[in-house]
């Protein structure tokens, strides 16, 4: 049985400072992703080729946001998913997974790091970090770079063309605490975040520091990174805040609080930024709070019949948030324009997500229990009311 502070919810991650971690680890998930020489993955093979969302369209130059108004204030959007295919042994251990654009998926975890043809629904590489601490979150950067966050404190870079270890950033506490996330930026900045509260900005290419990420109190462990769209902005989440941090500035511009407090046994436990400003947090009661970061104010509570928080989350197109790991044995799919749950993925093996994530052609993994799952998503547009 895994070990958890006694006011926590199961599987949360979220520890004071010097606690051992809980499954969940790192869930900031990487905005660009890896490009992987020589390992092009036929979907069409799933069936899953030319059905997905329309192309989102251009991502915005580094350092800019977009001036639009959140995207819960426009159309509403369903999803449904269909379960496409298992990939056996893929969830063993895994705490952290990411997808390539070429459909590749990479799991990360106590075993070690793998990276999987989904078509074939076999390893195609595995990436051993140094030591015995496991990948506790993984991320995917610009030129086949892969970046995993280690129980042992380091961060290693790996070439997954071929597949050797191009840089490691060393343990910055002597090992006491682990990598709990790490996430790339649009520019290709890494960022990682550890047991200790603490968070740092690096070039991935030269493994040097750009940034120290400083926050008002340290005595969790951060829980989420996530950059904005843009990557003007890192969300770090510590205890009961998400930080919103100036990556030029090189300083915190605001503080958004949990409204239920981890002294209620609340917290954050996940975070993930949406199109239009969208600031998803979740905590540990089961709620999750849709933050306006302009305004710097909440404009949606979502709450899932669970009542168990989740710990990973992630934006598809549209909009639509993807919701895992709060023990109900699914994931849920929310039309954040209309905040209600538009479809239920349930996981056949009835294990919580561990780890989700988005990848090309609609479709979202999850990994749970023994397994990983792959679903095709298929979104249409709400009827209005006339």
Known sequence: MDWQWPWLPRRAGLLPRGGRPGRGGGRGRAGSVVVRAGAAVSLAALGMAGCGAPSPGTRPAPGTEPA?????????????????????????????????PDGALIAGGSNGTSLWDTSARKVTATFTDPGNGGAM????????ILASGNGNGSTYLWDTATGK???????????????????????????????????????????????????????????????????????????????????????????????????????????????????????????????????????????????????????GSHGILAAGGDGGGGTYLWDTAARKITATLANPDEHGDSSLAFGPHAILATAAGPDCYLWHLTYHQAPTSQ
């Open 68 to 100: 639009t108004s959140p995207a819960h204030a426009a159309a509403s959007w369903l999803a449904t998913g269909t379960l496409a295919t298992t990939l056996p042994g893929c969830g063993k251990g895994a705490s952290s997974v990411a997808f390539t």
């Open 165 to 315: 270890i191009t840089a490691t950033i060393p343990s910055l506490n002597g090992g006491a605490f682990n990598v709990a996330s790490v996430a790339f930026g649009a520019d290709g900045t890494l960022a990682t975040g550890y047991d200790d509260g603490t968070s740092y900005l690096w070039n991935a290419r030269t493994a040097t520091m750009i940034a120290a990420v400083t926050g008002p109190s340290q005595v969790f462990g951060v829980t989420g990174l996530a950059f904005s769209p843009g990557g003007a902005v890192l969300g770090v989440g510590v205890g009961d805040s998400t930080y919103l941090w100036d990556t030029r500035a090189r300083k915190i511009t605001a503080t958004l609080t949990d409204p239920s407090g981890v002294s209620s046994g609340g917290g954050v436990t996940a975070i993930a930024f949406g199109p239009g400003g969208i600031l998803a947090v979740a905590d540990g009661n089961g709620s999750i709070y849709l933050w306006d970061t302009a305004a710097r104010k909440i404009t949606a509570t979502l709450s899932d019949h669970s009542g168990a928080g989740a710990v990973s989350l992630a934006f």
């Open 137 to 144: 979150s993984v991320a995917s950067g610009p030129d086949g």
